[in-house]
């Protein structure tokens, strides 16, 4: 039943494998491709190729509601992503380094932002931003401190999973290289910043661009957590779209896909296992 | 490792700052939301209050979930997810298995292709769907050139479960891979060999064997799928309702904030059952794994 020329356990070379994953990929992407090519449409329904032009690109950036939610999108991911990889590293440090009582409850503990729905997560922050008075306060603060909510939320869910990045690096590391350093009269702080520091950059970078794109992308928690006045990008999307497909809305999409897949592949490259010792 | 004690100030330095920020800003929200759910409306001067809250510790909203309207959604809900869970099952098997069995060049790329929808914003993606499938979109117009339709294809269940494969794929191909990866091919040798054929090769060494990546990868669709709101939301519409826009509804339109609370314990009870069943069928199949 093999195909001439191939063994048993050559599947990959199976027509029907073949076609099944031209079916797939296909059904993976077109969505994703007609977005981003109905983006230089000319034709306002969007439905029917009519020619090429950047004029959906000029209404979008001329369109101040959703200029004013991606910047509030980016300042947030962009604080969000500053304190999540402080806390992160701290955090993938310490489980790292220590060993303490309960360790396995706390690494639980610490798994719970990535595991639980995030809708749990989203109600759950409301009622405490609205309990503690929290909602209400914010929207007085001038610009960028009433997104202070938001980016509260996003780092409780984008700290756990820089924690899990870094501390993946930190496993290669060579602990001799930190006693060596002390052996030379070291402190610790110098040791941590001239020696830990440098070896965990690239999980620090891949981490942290997790983080961003986590919060770049986030809708379910910032719908429940950002008060009426505060639109971020995705929400403001979502409005959109509950209206009805326009290709000004791809435009706007096609520019985050961007953004994303460019922080993506900057991630990915870093994360690339590196040989223990080196750094 | 060292000791806590040995040094005990850059423990603490290095601990408290993420132990707190998720003691506060998650835990404590938590703690409200469980509260919450044993609440009631407040009762002031004899009508019902839209914000007050009484924590009376009543069990009223979780017996109310039980109501054979919200049971509906619930049942509906359970069904819509594993069938997708499914869905995504017999789909993604044959990817890794193919991506495993790859020339070895091909697979970073492959493996690539795979994971890269999956960060591409999920309202994106669900968006681009609808564009694919509502009454004037891609596929209908695709439809009429050969003279069929135009088919109403949105707001229904069907579109919320093709909107929960396409979107949640990724998750059931990386753990199967892991696993198929790693499986020992000279067993698949030698149950041909012996002259079992292809099929039964299949069902009696390679299932068995990659059982693990199996239940990884089940479990890690079903949660998202069982949670997810703004699929069925978007996709769905007011047909295939399920019960994260139930909570949704809850928190936003019917304001009934103990109600939501309950159902979102409800969801997040349901999840630590399934991840439970995960850490149970993994201590079964130890060594292999992911």
Known sequence: ?279 | MDDWKGNSRVFWTLSLPGSLWLLIFFLVPLGLLFFMSFGEKAVIDGQMSINEIDFTGTLSNYLRSFDSLYLTIIWKSIWVSALATLLCMVIAYPIAFGICFAPERWKPLLLLLVILPFWINLLIRTYALIAVFRTQGYLNLALGWVGLGPYDMLYNNFAVIFGLVYVYMPFMVLPLYATIERLDKSYLEASLDLGASQFRTFWKVTVPLTLPGIISGTILVFIPCLGSFLTPDLLGGANAIMIGNVIERQFKAANDWPFGSALSFLLMYATFGALALRTLFARRSKGVDI
């Open chain 1, 1 to 279: 039943m093999a195909a001439r020329g191939t063994g048993p356990l050559d599947y990959g070379s199976r027509l029907w494998l073949k076609v099944l994953f031209v079916v797939i990929f296909v059904m993976l992407y077109v969505p994703i491709v007609t977005l981003i090519a109905f983006s230089f449409n000319t034709d306002k329904r969007g439905i029917v190729w009519r020619g090429f032009t950047l004029d959906n690109y000029a209404k979008a950036w001329n369109n101040a509601a959703l200029i004013e939610a991606m910047t509030n999108s980016l300042v947030i991911a962009f604080l969000a992503t500053i304190i999540a990889t402080v806390l992160g590293a701290m955090v993938a440090l310490f489980l790292w380094r220590f060993r303490f009582p309960f360790k396995s409850a706390y690494e639980g503990f610490m798994a719970l932002p990535i595991v639980i729905p995030e809708i749990c997560m989203g109600v759950a922050l409301l009622l405490f931003f609205i309990n503690t008075g929290m909602m209400d306060a914010v929207v007085a603060w001038p610009w960028p401190f009433n997104l202070a909510n938001i980016v509260i939320a996003h780092v409780a869910f984008c700290f756990p999973f820089v924690a899990v990045v870094v501390r993946s690096r930190l496993v290669g590391f060579n602990r001799q290289l930190e006693e060596a350093s002390k052996d030379l009269g070291a402190s610790e702080w110098q040791t941590f910043w001239n020696i830990l520091v440098p070896f965990m950059k690239p999980g620090l970078i891949a981490g942290a661009l997790l983080a961003f794109t986590l919060s770049l992308d986030d809708f379910v928690i910032t719908f429940f957590t950002s008060g009426p006045e505060t639109v971020t990008f995705p929400v403001k999307v979502y409005s959109l779209v509950r209206r009805g497909v326009s290709p000004e809305i791809n435009a706007a999409s096609t520019v985050l896909i961007v953004i994303t897949v460019v922080a993506t592949f900057i991630a990915m490259k870093l994360q690339t296992p590196v040989k223990s010792g080196k750094g």
